[in-house]
């Protein structure tokens, strides 16, 4: 298998690679086909879950387990993964900011901190849906995202 790639680092970038365009069309392209603002915040933590429960990779969210396998390993592996993830938190945190803008979330909310927050959520979430094999997880954090997100909390509050 090396042969065809010229080294165990080629493997892995294309299948890193091939992990993106996968993310990109089950969990970002969703989000992006949402009205801006908090309907893509949601859409994009909705598709997330939808792509775990569709059970896409058999280990969870790819990038969940990349991370953690490559963190102690310096190399442009661990460099693609980390930007990967890098650009998964700014996307979120760009509709958090429009959210914001838009006074459907309240303007005290840092888009930083709820970007980390929700980041947080889905991470726990693969971590326990992959460990326990439960569906009730997605449902738990699906409630979750809606309670941090939806009304009396900033979610369709016109605030200033």
């Known amino acids: 298998m090396y042969a065809h790639f ?34 893509q915040l949601m859409a994009v933590c909705e598709a997330f879950f939808d792509y775990l429960q569709r059970r896409t990779f058999p280990g969870g969210c790819f990038f969940a387990a990349a991370a ?3 963190s102690t390993r310096p190399a442009p ?9 890098t650009g998964f938190v700014a996307l979120i945190r760009g509709f958090t900011a ?3 803008e838009q006074h459907e979330l309240p303007a005290s909310d840092d888009p930083g901190r709820l970007a980390f927050e929700l980041n947080g959520i889905i ?6 849906f992959v460990l ?25 509050a016109d605030r200033s």
């Open 68 to 70: 953690l396998e490559m």
């Open 132 to 156: 326990h094999d439960d569906p009730a997880v997605l449902d738990l954090a699906r409630q979750i995202v809606h309670q941090r997100l939806g009304p009396g909390n900033g979610g369709n």
């Open 6 to 39: 010229g080294s165990k680092q080629e493997l892995q970038l294309a299948t890193v690679e091939e992990a993106e365009r996968i993310f990109a069309e089950e969990v970002v392209q969703p989000a992006l086909a949402a009205p801006p603002g908090l309907a």
């Open 123 to 128: 991470l726990a979430t693969n971590a326990s």
């Open 98 to 100: 429009t959210a914001i």
């Open 77 to 85: 592996v661990k460099e693609r993964v980390a930007a990967f993830q």
